[in-house]
């Protein structure tokens, strides 16, 4: 079922002040305001000498016939439809992680120009998953991989809830799907993650890795994390039994192998 998100003048300003969404709280009057931000305050956000514009999509835009990745490549506009949750997520995860929508948006105009505008291939959809749904995960424990490989849960995020908390394990949400979801308080969110093993810039790392084509040819190399298990990210982390019974946390697919997380220097 296709999600709908809240109206703006009717969601829980609530989940706002809880994660994932209070990670972006740079943002907050952008979000919690009583009238949506248009272009041009958004535009305001990006540096002065930034290569891209936030543009709104109108009858007139899409005239020009171009595939929404072939504008941002030729031309530098990304379609911003006005009043859209979806949208405002996507030009505020441009503003944090220009490198990283730079770098699908490099590999996506590989793939277009290989296979036509109309046929899309596996690195097309690894590509759009992550951007729609992506989170990165660093781990510096190789028990909390291993656990996550078996998708003990429970070992994950309950025997391992000091890491999370500390911050020894982390997560950075990016798809701005994935945002826009948590606006609806309670729901069970499932992220598509790529893994960073050590120390050091997980962003930057992931962003080098997509620009090589070393990484996002295959959907099959997402990993799910359901995200609602991270301690403090769901009410009900306090609660042992919530890894049992929440239904995000589903057993691994007989035969599923995933690849090896990114290191820093390899």
């Known amino acids: 079922m296709r999600y709908v998100a809240p109206a703006r003048d009717a969601f ?21 305001g009583a009238t949506w931000p248009d272009v041009q305050r ?3 956000l990006l540096p002065r000498d930034d290569d891209v514009r936030f543009v709104a999509q109108d009858r007139d835009l899409l ?9 941002i490549a030729r031309h530098g506009r990304i379609a911003t439809r006005p009043d859209n949750w979806h949208d405002l997520f996507n030009a505020l995860v441009w503003v944090r ?34 951007d729609e749904a992506g989170i990165v995960v660093s781990l510096r424990d190789g028990a909390m991989l291993d656990a996550w490989n078996a998708h003990d849960w429970h070992a994950l995020f309950w025997t391992h809830r000091a890491a999370w908390r500390s911050g020894e394990a982390r997560v950075e949400l990016f798809g701005h799907a994935l945002l826009e979801h948590a606006l609806t308080p309670d729901k069970l969110l499932v992220g598509k993650a790529l893994v960073v093993m050590g120390d050091g810039d997980a962003m930057a790392r992931c962003a080098e890795a997509i620009a090589s084509g070393a990484i ?8 799910p994390l359901p995200v609602s298990g991270v301690p403090g990210w769901h009410e009900r982390t306090a ?17 599923r192998v995933y690849p090896e997380p990114l290191r820093y220097g390899a």
Request: charged share 25%; hydrophobic share 40%.
């Open 239 to 255: 609660d042992e039994a919530f890894y049992a019974e929440a239904p995000c946390f589903q057993p691994l697919r007989v035969g």
């Open 42 to 44: 958004l535009n305001d």
């Open 63 to 71: 005239a020009d016939g171009l595939h929404y990745e072939e504008r």
């Open 216 to 223: 996002l040819n295959d959907p099959q190399e997402l990993r």
């Open 12 to 32: 829980d300003r609530g989940v706002l002040a809880s994660p994932p969404l209070s990670l972006w709280s740079a943002f907050a009057s952008l979000l919690e």
């Open 97 to 130: 992680y220009g490198a990283l929508k730079r770098a699908l948006n490099a590999r996506q105009m590989a793939e277009i120009e290989r296979m036509g505008p109309r046929e899309r291939s596996r690195p097309q959809c690894a590509l759009t998953h992550f």
